[in-house]
């Protein structure tokens, strides 16, 4: 159980980059979710990469960002990491208040589309650049504990950076992200179930991924979730600060 003293509970939505469009980009997804009783704060950092594209942006990142954060962790019920990585500040924060649960958006996302997918059926991720398909591939071994998992259908990527997403042309970011979803139904024997934004700067792009999903499948697109990270992340925290972990 938390040990804070403040009346009301209160999350922490860090965006472990510098890139404050990006963070305020989160804002609606959350505010969606009509969690009214926790007060939803959003952090951006103030210095270090504006977008975190490898290991090695997500480990300058971190560093940036844990020297702001440690004066907050009192103020604080529960922090979601809003980058989709084995992101180095979720066992940082672990270790620095254990007794505050901590996720980041790609561990919920992952661990909410095993729960939604039917036994037959495996999950996959869209994400930003190709350097992206083996670090998650890797990273969802890690989590699952074995590689290779048959739930899991693989990585397919648009080749744009983070910031890219937003910077680039709307119609050309429609185009890659349906184009990515599409590759990623036709993988040999993936009966994906499940579809995860795999970037914080997706978000509020679900409907591209349907949309793919219905062009590609027909009416049978419709049964493929679409799993934010940013909201599986906040929706976990919301149970994990009202019990008594």
Request: with cysteine.
């Amino acid at each position: 159980m938390t040990n804070k003293t403040h009346e009301r509970r209160s999350i922490l939505i860090i965006n472990p980059n510098s890139t404050e469009s990006m963070t305020r980009g989160l804002e609606p997804l959350v505010d969606s979710l009509n969690f009214k009783e926790t007060n939803h704060t959003f952090f951006t950092s103030p210095t270090g990469p504006t977008s975190i594209n490898d290991e090695t942006d997500a480990a300058d990142s971190a560093r940036h960002a844990l020297p702001h954060l440690l004066p907050l962790l009192p103020q604080h019920s529960g922090f979601l990491v809003a980058c989709y990585s084995k992101h180095p500040l979720v066992p940082l924060l672990k270790s620095k208040s254990p007794a505050t649960p901590v996720t980041g958006i790609f561990e919920a996302s992952v661990a909410t589309a095993l729960q939604l997918i039917a036994p037959d059926e495996r999950f996959g991720i869209v994400s930003t650049g190709k350097v992206w398909e083996g670090i998650l591939s890797e990273a969802v071994a890690d989590l699952l504990g074995a590689g290779g998992s048959a739930r899991f259908a693989g990585v397919e990527t648009t080749g744009l950076t983070a910031t890219g997403l937003h910077d680039a042309p709307a119609e050309e970011v429609r185009r890659r992200m349906k184009d990515a979803v599409k590759r990623l139904l036709r993988k040999d024997g993936a009966r994906v179930g499940a579809v995860c934004l795999g970037c914080a700067g997706m978000a509020g792009m679900g409907e591209m991924v349907r949309e793919a999903c219905v062009e590609e499948l027909g009416e049978e697109g419709r049964r493929v979730r679409v799993v934010d990270g940013v909201q599986a992340g906040v929706a976990w925290l919301e149970g994990a600060v009202r019990s008594d972990f």
